[in-house]
């Protein structure tokens, strides 16, 4: 069963601040959006649709039949307006459109003809022509406007002009009250009236950006994958660790050799705000860990992919620069990692300890770091479950536990296989490290189940990978990445030297004022200044000799 409350907008609305946070985070992908759609409106309006040109006359229709009988001009006007809509009907008929088609094809080509109405049996059809024409009434009046829209600007005219003429012998013949008169003629105007090429663009602009804003707001009303850290620690009620934003680093890949994409917290070009993240969940694992004796905890994710065996090596080194004996284990004895990420051998490890294939001090690489040691998966065995839940296991801990201050053991998968569930008797608990984007929230529920079940001590989450800055948190990281570079320290030690451990630092910091005492070396310019000023010293004290 899904947790209630899992998806907030699935709940509850939305609201002015989502939406505008939503579409500021798509802000690039509308702007390309909006253009493409403008353009693409734009292009198909130049290229492909055809030009049209317009002319238009104007009707006036009278209800009296001659001037003389004009005994009240208002009763006549008021008439008028009540034939206007009648004497529209009657010009739209198939009968006046018939006749309009018989004068065109006196005045015109076959081939233009047909290539403006299209021609059905030799016969311009009466639809086209009626299609062509807009017959609207002048609000107040008793006046017809007539416009003709085609693809040529001398049959929209003719068009035009031969209603006109056929017009008053059908509506007498149709109404036989009042009549319809006209004063000009219609005339050839050659700027054509469509398509509006700006208008068409705007308007496939608004288009695209409308459609695209739809997508983004289906697809986000959709998603089930883990974006709010703060969400996710107060729907399933657990502590969150920390934040690590998305750092990759690119390698260039040497021989078409299959090399990892792991980043080390000791690389050079290592974000200052991921190192400062790290320092953080550093201190919240030892406070976590603060409450129990046994200082071993453990590092999973619910499914592959998720960064897992990345963030344990990062939090031991981390953890290893705060002064702490540290051992990293890599229990992911069916896909090591760990030996991969250090640059280690890996034909002893955790399994040939647990075996008993090897000597326990031979498993453990000693000194791949200042206070870091490493023990790597081994040789894959065929039962990396039953080795992690045997007897030997809790020893090999054990043994461990009395020389390192602290043992981080990167599991397997917890949704995958149930390694690291074997080991809830024999550690203090259990980190998750969750993917930004990707871990999805059944994903973690499900991971949470296992523990649960495992009766395993969950110590936290860690949403690593995260693409989005939020205010509050990477912002002030970021303001400090620049005071750090404007003051000289720029990644400090943790690019430079990872060895070196606070203790160190603390110690550097007392001999900062030694070194401001040293004297600076004299340069010819600087030597030749003091002579000078010597020379001046002894020419006043000979003056005042001589006084």
């Given at each position: ?27 690039w ?37 001659g001037i ?77 406007t ?42 050839v ?16 602009a ?23 850290t ?17 750092f ?91 030996h ?40 894959v065995?065929?039962?990396p ?43 203090s ?75 160190e630092?603390?110690e ?40």
């Open positions: 069963m899904k947790r209630e409350g899992t998806f907030k907008k699935m709940n509850e609305s939305y609201s002015i601040k989502d939406i505008i946070s939503l579409l500021l985070s798509k802000i992908l509308l702007i390309i959006v909006t253009i493409i759609g403008g353009a693409a409106a734009f292009c198909f309006s130049k290229f492909v649709l055809p030009l049209k040109y317009s002319s238009h006359i104007s009707m006036y229709v009278q209800s009296y039949t003389s009988e004009n005994a009240n001009q208002q009763n006549n006007i008021s008439n008028s307006k009540q034939l206007v809509n009648t004497y529209m009907q009657v010009l739209k008929d198939d009968a006046v459109m018939n006749a309009v088609g018989d004068k065109l094809k006196e005045q015109f080509d076959e081939y233009t003809l047909n290539s403006t109405f299209g021609l059905v049996d030799g016969k311009i059809s009466p639809s086209s022509i009626r299609n062509s024409l807009s017959i609207t009434s002048v609000t107040d009046t008793s006046a017809i007539v416009v003709s829209t085609t693809k040529n600007a001398e049959v929209s005219a003719a068009v035009c002009n031969d209603l006109k003429e056929v017009a008053p012998d059908y509506v007498e013949e149709a109404v036989g009250v009042g009549q319809i008169n006209t004063i000009d003629t219609a005339k105007y050659k700027t054509p009236v469509a398509p509006n090429m700006k208008k068409n663009a705007a308007l496939g608004l288009g695209a950006l409308a459609f695209a804003c739809m997508i983004i707001f289906l697809i986000d009303f959709f998603d089930n994958t883990v974006k709010d703060d969400a996710v620690g107060k729907e399933f009620k657990k502590p969150i660790i920390g934040e690590i934003a998305s990759g680093i690119d390698k260039k890949k040497k021989n078409n050799s299959d090399s990892d994409d792991h980043v080390k917290l000791t690389d050079k070009d290592v974000p200052f705000n991921v190192v400062e993240s790290y320092k953080s969940i550093r201190t919240n694992v030892t406070f976590a860990l603060s409450t129990v004796e046994k200082k071993v905890f453990a590092v999973s994710s619910p499914n592959p992919g998720e960064g897992k065996s990345t963030t344990s090596a990062n939090i031991a080194i981390a953890l290893a620069q705060g002064g702490n004996k540290v051992l990293l284990i890599d229990a992911d004895m069916r896909k090591a990692v760990q991969k990420i250090f640059g280690l051998k890996n034909k002893k490890g955790l399994s040939s300890a647990i075996s008993k294939m090897a000597k326990l001090e031979e498993c453990v690489q000693k000194n791949v770091m200042n206070n870091l040691d490493v023990m790597t998966a081994g040789p065995p065929p039962n479950s039953e080795l992690l839940a045997s007897e030997n296991m809790g020893a090999i801990l054990e043994e461990l536990g009395k020389e390192y201050s602290m043992i981080l053991i990167d599991t397997p998968p917890v949704n995958v296989v149930t390694d690291g569930m074997e080991l809830a008797k024999y550690i608990g259990i980190i998750v490290v969750l993917r930004y984007g990707k871990t999805t929230t059944e994903d973690v529920e499900d991971a949470i189940k296992k523990i649960e079940f495992a009766k395993m001590n969950m110590l936290g989450f860690i949403m690593n990978d995260v693409k989005t800055k939020r205010s509050g948190y990477y912002s002030k990281y970021k303001y400090k990445d620049k005071y750090y570079y404007k003051s000289g320290y720029g990644y400090g030690y943790y690019g430079a030297k990872p060895e070196t451990s606070e203790e630092t603390a550097e910091v007392k001999e900062e004022p030694a070194k401001k005492e040293t004297p600076k070396k004299e340069t010819p310019k600087n030597q030749s200044q003091n002579k000078s000023n010597k020379n001046n010293k002894n020419n006043k004290g000979k003056r005042k000799g001589k006084k």
